[in-house]
């Protein structure tokens, strides 16, 4: 697989002063930029996945007509939370 560029990026002083000073022993600069691209693209996946399933709850909802309150959603994750906390 043929590899592909980012387009530079500049970036104050500061900035790249403060992203050196984090590199873990033998870490490069362009290591750590990838890695948080990486990153990134994970966390907007997760979160485009999470309002696709809130958008689908959504019109279940809607189609059912079946509606929870936050309080008793409240009321089973305390209970789930319990749970686990008790280690059942």
Known sequence: MKTATIPSLRVAPELRDAAESLLLEGETLSGFVEQSLRDKIQQRLSQQAFVARGMAS?????????????E???GDLKNLLNKAKAGN
């Open 58 to 70: 959504r019109e279940e909802a809607r189609k059912t007509n079946q509606y929870y309150s936050a």
């Open 72 to 74: 008793s959603v409240i």
